[in-house]
């Protein structure tokens, strides 16, 4: 499997897995919990993709790992930018693991992934 | 130059069984000349002689062996010839000690010019103890001897040749063992290129070993001697 | 005549070189002596008409002797082996006294246990003795068994090129020396030892104690001494039958797998596991650290 496919492939995955989490973390969002679902979701596949062909072009973990780091907390940030229903703001409970989800995904794709093979 | 393999020359038990006187006294100044260094030093290490006693038993000794002529007497199949002059030197010593205490320089007879000076110092330089075996010390001294005497032939070689850089070549690389110095290192001193440095060490080397073995052949009682001890020395099978 | 002094050092430099062979008339001229051994030594030197350095190995023995006759068989044995961790052989002929030699390919570098000296990593270690197994078991794919396999048979080049070398007691299929014990003991198969008749697995058992040397013997992890074990089997037929068998053993001990030579218990495959994922399971833990403080923050605040 190539790095942005991999990266997208697990930034879906784990975006699903984030956003159901919320059931867990703040179950008053229960009610939103399919749009939370599903913005978490495509959160995770854009991320996963930009991390994936970062990792395409730049051959190192510890840069995979700051570039993932980044990307993970920057749409986390705009996604913790939107106010609940409510009002409410939650920085740091978004922010936080989805920096870490950006992580694991550079870690993923500069360790698992093969190179993505150009075809003529 | 020296070829890889000597002419052929008498074994010196014949060249001193020879009628001819000139051809007698020539072959004894060829014996001398090989065998007074390990002799020398033989008593100064083995014997613990001081340097005084050691200069007139070795030249009481050739000169004894050459008026009674009992180097002669060698019988190959006993021993090598260089061990038959070692085991002469032992007993000469011995009697020598017996009868006076010290030494005599025996007659007058002067084959060569024998430097003891010089060899009093390579004495000194190599720091000799008395030595474990007098076999192995006297076949070790009779060896530097020979390829001392090789390694001069073949300086004035590549002298009377023009090939004095090569020579140059050689005692850098080979007579300098503290310079670990390459190839490489040589070719850019020396304005040659890499195979030029290979080619000139690798004759002045042959003429080396040539030369040593115009010299062993020389001091060798049979021809058998010979080819055991070139090939010992030389890793050489001659015919 | 003055007599040049000659050190101690001098005369042991001058002795090696009056052993020097005479190539007088051949292509290829001596620069230094690399090594000698039993039934030869090995030259650096120089092909005039190519202008490369090449190794030269001149038997020790006389014409038409045994020793003669095995220089031979392993230079043909070389010429038949071409792979990149086998050394090439360029030439054979005849020196003007008679004895044989043949050139092969000067290789830079140096000697397992040289090279290993400044090496610590064990992963590198185990891809080394990879790639031995991999030119041991072209050779066996040929019918050529090393039995002289050590670690000082193996040499590094400079651009980390691994060489298994000296095939000179090396035996192909149907000859041999039986009744003759020739190998290194310590490294040598217990049948080989007894000078009966060997094979491949007689590589594999010297493959075995490589192994166990290059991890340090009883220092080594379970599962690489368990492999070493196996390969250094006291019957041949408990041992890996193939080196390439015993190289993808270790080579799943290096990717963090399970290896066949050894069952491992629950708490060695988690262990395995913990190790081999390492990173990510931090991570993924890191993540669930993250979420859990999220709620209890968010608990906390509401």
Known sequence: MNKPLLGLVLGGILGVFDGLTALVSAPETAPQIVGIVIGSTFKGLLAGVLIGWFANKVHSLPAGLIVGLAIGAFFAYLVAAMPTPDGKHYYWEIVLPGSVLGLIVGYATQTYAGPSVARS | MASAFPPTRHSVIERLRKDDAAERSAAFGDLVEGYWQPVYKHLRATWRMTPEDAQDLTQAFFSDAFQKAWLEKYEPGKARFRTFVRVCVDRFAMNSRQASGRAKRGGDIRLVSLDFDRAEQEVRALALSAPADAEDFFRHEFVRSLFGRAVTEARAEMERTGRLVHFRLFERYDLDPDDHTSYAALAAEFGLTESQVTNYLSLVRRTFRAHALIALRGLCGTDDEYRREARELFGLEIE | ?302
């Open chain 3, 1 to 302: 005549m003055t007599v040049t002094f000659l050190s101690d050092d001098v005369m042991s430099r001058l002795q090696a070189v009056a052993t020097w062979p005479n190539f007088d008339g051949l292509r290829y001229t001596i620069i230094d002596e690399i090594g000698r051994g039993g039934m030869g030594a090995v030259y650096r030197g120089l092909d005039d008409v190519l202008g490369r350095e090449v190794a030269i190995k001149v038997s020790n023995g006389v014409p038409g002797a045994e020793l003669e006759r095995r220089l031979n068989d392993e230079a043909r044995i070389l010429a038949t082996l071409e792979h990149p961790g086998i050394v090439p052989v360029h030439d054979v002929g005849r020196l003007a006294d008679g004895r044989l030699f043949y050139v092969m390919k000067r290789v830079r570098g140096a000697t397992l246990p040289e090279h290993l000296a400044g090496v610590t990593s064990l992963s590198e270690k185990l891809g080394i003795f990879e790639r031995v197994c991999d030119a041991v078991n072209f050779a066996h794919a040929h019918g050529v068994v090393h039995r002289d396999l050590k670690p000082d048979n193996i040499m590094i080049g400079e651009f980390g090129e691994v060489l298994v070398m000296d095939w000179g007691i090396a035996q192909t299929a149907g000859s041999g020396d039986r009744d003759i014990v020739l190998g290194t003991r310590g490294f040598m198969a217990p049948e080989q030892e007894r000078a009966e008749s060997t094979d491949a697995r007689a590589d594999v058992y010297s493959l075995g104690a490589v192994l166990s040397w290059l991890c340090g013997g009883s220092g080594a992890p379970r599962p690489l001494g368990a492999i070493s074990a196996r390969a250094m089997a006291a019957e041949p037929s408990s041992r890996y039958s193939t080196a390439l068998a015993l190289s993808s053993d270790v080579a799943r001990f290096r990717a963090g797998h399970a290896v066949d030579a050894h069952r491992e218990s629950l708490l060695e495959r988690t262990g395995r596991f913990a190790r081999t994922y390492r990173t990510a399971i931090i991570l993924v833990a890191a993540y669930l650290v993250m979420r859990i403080l999220a709620a209890y923050f968010s608990g906390a605040r509401s």
